[in-house]
C-alpha cells in the first residue's frame, strides 16, 4: 500500500451488480460509456461502501499552513440520496442538517422552524454541506472520458511518484448535486480518486481536491480529503473520516418536522 503525500500539511455507494464486474481498462485505450459508468462506481466505493451508514467526520481549517479550526460531523446517510448530519462541536451544539434528494434543510437548536439552504452551504472553510453529506459520484453526474494523464505526486520521503490516470468530466444530472461540473482523475487500473476539480454553473473553479488513501477494514479507502480555496490560496480545508461503520436509524430522523421539535437525538 502506500500513501500519497501532496504539497499540503496533511493531506456513497451503493455497490451495484456492475462494480463487481469492473475491468480495468487498459493503459493507453479510451474509455466507452459503460467503462466510465463502472468507474466511477468503482471510485465511490473508495468513498463508501455500505447502503446505509455512520460516518464520523472531523474538518480542519488551515490557514497558511498553521491549525486554526477544527469541527466534528456524525452523519447517516442511505439511499436514495438522504442525510442527516450531526453538529457535534460545542460551538454548533445542537445545530442538524438534512438532505432528502435535492432538498437540504438546517435546523438549528432555538428555531422550531427548519430552514430551507442549498449543498453550497459553508461549514467550515472550503467544506459545505454537500461535501459531507452527499458523497456519490455515480447518482448525482453523468460522466465521460477526456484523456489519460500522468500525475506527479512528492511522497513523504521527499521523492517524486508518477501515477497514471483516467480524466473524466462529470456533469451534474441532479437539482441537488453539490457543483455543477467535476474535472475528475482515477488512477488507471484501479479507479481510485486522486484529484478532482470542483466547478460551478458559473464555470468558475471553486475548489481543487485531493484523496488520501489509506486503510479501513483492511482495503485500501479514502481516508481523508482535502480541499483548496482557489481564491483564498492560503486556506485548505480537510475533512477526515475518522470512522465508517454500516448503520441504520429510523425514518422519523428524516423528517424535518420530527427533527424541528426534537431537541435531543437518541442515535
Known amino acids: 500500500m502506500y500513501k500519497l503525500s501532496y504539497k499540503f500539511p496533511i493531506s456513497t455507494l451503493l455497490i451495484t451488480l456492475l462494480a463487481f464486474h469492473y475491468v480495468p481498462p487498459a493503459v493507453g485505450e479510451p474509455l466507452d460509456e459503460l467503462q466510465v459508468k463502472e468507474m466511477i462506481k468503482k471510485a465511490d466505493d473508495f468513498r ?7 460516518i464520523v467526520s472531523k474538518v480542519t481549517l488551515y490557514s497558511n499552513g498553521e491549525k486554526d479550526k477544527t469541527r466534528l460531523y456524525t452523519v447517516y446517510t442511505r439511499e436514495n440520496r438522504e442525510s442527516l448530519v450531526l453538529f457535534n462541536s460545542q460551538v454548533e451544539a445542537g445545530q442538524k442538517m438534512l438532505m432528502l434528494g435535492d432538498n437540504y434543510w438546517l435546523l438549528m437548536p ?4 427548519p ?11 472550503e467544506a459545505s454541506i454537500g461535501d ?10 453523468q460522466g465521460h472520458w477526456v484523456k489519460q494523464q500522468q500525475l506527479s505526486f512528492v511522497n513523504t520521503d521527499g521523492s517524486r511518484q508518477y501515477l497514471d490516470t483516467e480524466m473524466l468530466e462529470l456533469s451534474a444530472k441532479t437539482r441537488g ?8 482523475w482515477l488512477e488507471t487500473g484501479t479507479g481510485f480518486p486522486i484529484k478532482a476539480e470542483l466547478y460551478l454553473q458559473s464555470g468558475k473553479l ?4 485531493w484523496f488520501t488513501k489509506g486503510l479501513r477494514g483492511g482495503e485500501d479507502k479514502v481516508v481523508s480529503m482535502q480541499l483548496d480555496d482557489q481564491i483564498q490560496k492560503n486556506q485548505q480545508t480537510v475533512i477526515e473520516y475518522k470512522s465508517i461503520t454500516p448503520a441504520e436509524i429510523d425514518n422519523k430522523y428524516y423528517n424535518p418536522a ?9 442515535l
Do not use: H
Open 48 to 54: 463508501l461502501e455500505q447502503k446505509a451508514a455512520k
Open 110 to 113: 432555538k428555531s422550531r422552524r
Open 115 to 125: 430552514i430551507r439552504i442549498t449543498p453550497m452551504q459553508k461549514l467550515l472553510g
Open 132 to 141: 459531507i453529506s452527499t458523497l456519490t459520484w455515480s447518482e448525482d453526474y
Open 177 to 184: 448535486a453539490s457543483y455543477f461540473t467535476i474535472n475528475l
Open 206 to 209: 471553486a475548489k481543487e481536491a
Open 258 to 266: 420530527y427533527l424541528s421539535r426534537t431537541k435531543s437525538l437518541a
